[in-house]
């Protein structure tokens, strides 16, 4: 919650210059510490997520490589969740 705060906050104060200043929040990302967690447990997690499995290094990336682009010219202030789905559920 700090994060998404302070997110918004830079938003505000850095858009007279053309700045824009985004937050991604990821949900359960397959990692290391991720595969550390028991597979009853992922299972549990997995059935809250409606896309049906953990998301990759690859999704968030992906996310923060189109915030990145010319694409997201007017996005600002925003957290974009990079969860399946999991936020909703």
Do not use: W
Not at 60 to 79: H, K, P, Q, R
């Amino acid at each position: 919650a700090g994060i998404v705060a302070f997110s918004k906050s830079l938003a505000l104060e850095y858009a007279k210059k053309k700045i824009n200043i985004n937050c991604i929040s990821p949900g359960f990302i397959k990692t290391d510490m991720t595969d550390k967690i028991s597979e009853d447990f992922k299972k549990i997690l997995i059935s809250k997520i409606p896309s049906g499995d953990l998301g990759t290094g690859e999704d968030v990336s992906n996310c923060a490589a189109f915030l990145a682009s010319d694409m997201a010219n007017y996005i600002n202030g925003e957290t974009i969740h990079v969860n399946g789905g999991m936020y909703m559920a």
